[in-house]
């Protein structure tokens, strides 16, 4: 079999909301997002035998690390109005030794744990890729009872050095100011994004500011993977980030309007809203 044209890295997760347990996880949001807009794709996981694979499109292909446990979180919300995790479990890490021949010459790449479980010289196993890191799950630890608190990202300089794109949150970095802007010095493009406030777009580590685009928000689980997944699929067809990051900042805004993966766009529906993106800020179609 050929390489799919985007592979997505990282564990699949079970996440629970309150009575609710569905399909989540960084790397299936942006395996999903990418497989809609129209991509060749595959996932790169490891999950236990309570996974539901069935509910992961079909012509997504999965390549599974064996495993007796599934990444289970608990999401619910903390005092400050932010986000609040608890990890349960976790399933194996997924090392190099673990990439199938036939994906190592996969065009786009994007490395996407959820917590620590991606072996950081991964960002070096795609030697005729371009690489991006939605980064989060670097910046997890968990405390005796589960509960995700920041940590310091100790690979960082590792996979900065071998990735072409980063992409992280504001939520996922606060208190971190001074070392996210040395990282996104390192590399060529990344974007930190802050829901709908907007997001920064970094060139060369030159900042500038990038309007969202408002939509009435239902849920905003994976809208950043989602934002990841579309930047790194347009940049890849245009080579202009100002314009990826328009039409990931559309995909990730329309993903919010609906629960879990159900309102990831399609090209379609995502060129649609591009289309108002563009003439709100006063450009032409």
């Known amino acids: 079999m050929s390489a799919p044209d985007f592979v997505a890295i990282g564990h699949v997760t079970l996440d629970r909301f309150g ?49 007796t446990r599934t990444t289970t979180f608990t999401h619910g919300g903390d005092p400050g109005g932010g986000r609040a995790l608890t990890c349960h479990e976790t399933a194996e890490p997924i090392t190099p030794e673990d990439i199938p021949e036939d994906w190592r010459g996969v065009p786009l790449v994007l490395l996407a744990p959820v917590m620590n479980e991606l072996d950081p010289t991964l960002a070096a196993a795609f030697p005729d ?16 009872d589960g509960r995700i608190a920041p940590t310091r990202w100790d690979s960082a300089r ?17 208190a971190m100011s001074a070392e996210v802007n040395e990282w996104y010095q390192q590399v060529p493009v990344g974007v930190l994004t802050a829901g709908r406030l907007g997001a920064l ?18 849920e905003p689980t994976g809208a950043g993977d989602v934002f990841a997944a579309a930047f790194m699929l347009h940049y ?17 805004a329309l993903s919010v309007e ?18 108002q993106y563009r003439l709100a800020l006063g450009h032409a179609p």
Not at 129 to 144: D, H, I, P
């Open 236 to 252: 890849d067809r245009d080579g202009d980030p100002w314009e990826a990051t328009a039409a990931a900042s559309c995909a990730a």
């Open 19 to 67: 009575a609710t347990v569905r399909p989540g996880g960084a790397a299936l949001y942006a395996a999903v997002t990418a497989h809609r807009l129209g991509a060749s794709t595959g996932i790169l996981t490891s999950h236990g035998a309570d996974f539901p694979l069935e509910l992961i499109p079909p012509r997504i292909e999965v390549v599974s690390v064996p495993s």
């Open 201 to 218: 777009l970094f060139v060369n580590g030159e900042r500038y500011e990038v309007r969202p685009y408002s939509v009435r928000e239902v």
């Open 158 to 174: 590792l996979v900065l050095s071998r990735i072409q794109a980063l992409f992280l949150s504001v939520e996922d970095t606060r």
């Open 258 to 275: 609906g629960e879990g993966l159900s309102a990831v766009p399609d090209a379609g529906r995502l060129a649609a809203a591009l289309g």
């Open 129 to 144: 890729a371009a690489v991006g890191a939605a980064a989060q799950g670097w910046l997890r630890g968990r405390t005796t």
